[in-house]
């Protein structure tokens, strides 16, 4: 069973229209943390943000945000004001101790911009 | 402060031949990770070390080996390269465990044919 799906495998929108990537996660674990990594077409992996599961508060980062919440098991991450360059795939990730910390990735959603 | 960098970035090798591919941090992080990324997936990790000297396997190790003999030097290595290991592969060091923050080499295309 899949422990983190990101079940938009692609998205496409029109520049400076709002986008919500969706992530939802499986542990049994209460002590766990979920990440948001980008990879634009240049290949590189780049941090977005971390949370643990103690943390609940919505997360803004300019014209990024995050929403976590417990209930649904879910992390989903938009953005505002879309622009060009935020053409990438996004990648959520789950850390839980039961597998060592190591990260469980989802499978990713490309995220096309169009000007 | 250059990160994590990886050589080679690109590399095509015929079945059953060997490479290395390097990966150095200059962070002096404790951790350090081998990854792969296939079409359409998210990076499953392949090896893993918690320290200078030590190794463990990750979820697909089989068909490779890794040493890590300098704390800031994690290698990979194909003993003999099949075309199931056409990929891209990733190195990443973290501080600590890692549910820290990774940070991510370029990347290495390997083709094997």
């Known amino acids: 069973a899949q422990k983190v799906t990101q079940a938009q495998t692609e998205i496409s929108v029109v520049e400076k229209e709002d986008v919500t990537l969706d992530c939802v996660y499986e542990?049994?674990?209460?002590?766990?943390?979920l990440f948001w990594y980008k990879q634009p077409p240049s290949g590189e992996l780049v941090f977005l943000i971390r949370?643990?599961?103690?943390d609940e508060q919505n997360e803004i980062s300019g014209r990024y945000s995050w929403n976590f919440q417990k209930s649904t098991s879910s992390f989903n991450f938009t953005i505002t004001a879309s622009q060009v360059v935020d053409s990438a795939v996004y990648f959520c990730?789950?850390?839980?101790?039961?597998?060592?910390?190591?990260?469980?990735w989802g499978a990713g959603t490309k995220l096309i911009i169009k000007p | 402060n250059a990160g994590v960098t990886q050589t080679p970035k690109f590399r095509v090798l015929k079945t059953g031949q060997s490479m290395t591919l390097l990966c150095a941090q200059d962070?002096?992080?404790?951790?350090m990770y081998w990854y792969r990324q296939d079409p359409g997936m998210g990076l499953r990790l392949i090896h893993y070390?918690?320290?200078?000297?030590?190794?463990a396997k990750g979820e697909v190790p089989d068909g490779y080996n890794v040493s890590r003999l300098k704390k800031q030097n994690f290698l990979l290595g194909l003993e003999s390269a099949a075309p199931s290991q056409t990929s891209v592969y990733f190195c990443?060091?973290?501080?600590?465990?890692?549910?820290?923050?990774?940070?991510f080499g370029p990347g290495t295309r390997l083709t094997v044919t």
């Open positions: 990443a060091s973290s501080l600590d465990r890692p549910s820290y923050e990774q940070y």
């Open positions: 990730a789950l850390s839980e101790a039961r597998s060592n910390y190591q990260l469980i």
């Open positions: 542990t049994r674990d209460t002590t766990y943390y």
């Open positions: 070390s918690v320290g200078e000297g030590t190794t």
């Open positions: 949370r643990n599961s103690f």
């Open positions: 962070m002096n992080h404790e951790y």
